[in-house]
């Protein structure tokens, strides 16, 4: 009979919720528009159409988020591995600025480029943008980005090439 009685209390125990945590939310997003323009790539000022993929991880309510991009294009792909994201935790639209370390990896060598210059730049990104929530798993993704990156292997070299870009996408929340 003791076996009997101690059942229903397990299931009570298992059916008590613990402790009530905000849901955690990974988004990524596609973002098949963008728009850039380089410094010191080819003559002066180049620009150019990009394509990008973006993740973000955050507890919904929070203000705080990371996550990163990859973007490419016909002459760089760049990414920035890691970025922090602050933003008012308002629902449907999040508005948000960030920071993060950015890498550049060039597909085409400028000819004016000397040989100490790097093939994989290091630099620092800043950006700033909105996420539009349609509905609890697809968002309108848009950001716009500013990346400075070293020129050459010294990583605080006067020598420097920046990057200004746009994107807009949609995501998805998994």
């Not at 990008?52 to 016909?74: E, F, K, N, P, T």
């Not at 290091?122 to 070293?150: C, H, K, M, P, W």
Request: charged share 15%; proline share 6%; net charge neutral.
């Amino acid at each position: 009979m003791t076996r009997f009685a101690f059942l229903p209390a397990l299931l009570a125990a298992l059916a008590t919720p613990a402790r009530a945590d905000p849901p955690k939310s990974f988004g990524l997003a596609v973002s098949p528009v963008g728009v850039w323009a380089a410094t010191r790539v080819g003559d002066g000022l180049t620009a150019g159409y990009s394509m990008g993929l973006d993740w973000d991880y955050r507890r919904q309510g929070d203000w705080l988020s990371m996550g990163g991009h990859l973007a490419s294009s016909a002459l760089f792909m760049e990414a920035t591995p890691l970025r922090v994201r602050w933003g008012p935790a308002v629902e449907p639209v999040r508005p948000f600025v960030g920071v993060g370390t950015s890498f550049l990896l060039p597909w085409v060598h400028s000819p004016e480029a000397a040989r100490a210059d790097a093939a994989l730049r290091l630099g620092a990104e800043v950006s700033a943008g909105v996420d539009v929530t349609i509905n609890r798993v697809v968002y309108l993704a848009g950001e716009g980005r500013y990346q400075n990156f070293s020129a050459s292997a010294d990583l605080f070299s006067a020598h420097r090439q920046e990057i200004v870009s746009g994107y807009l996408g949609v995501g998805f929340r998994l």
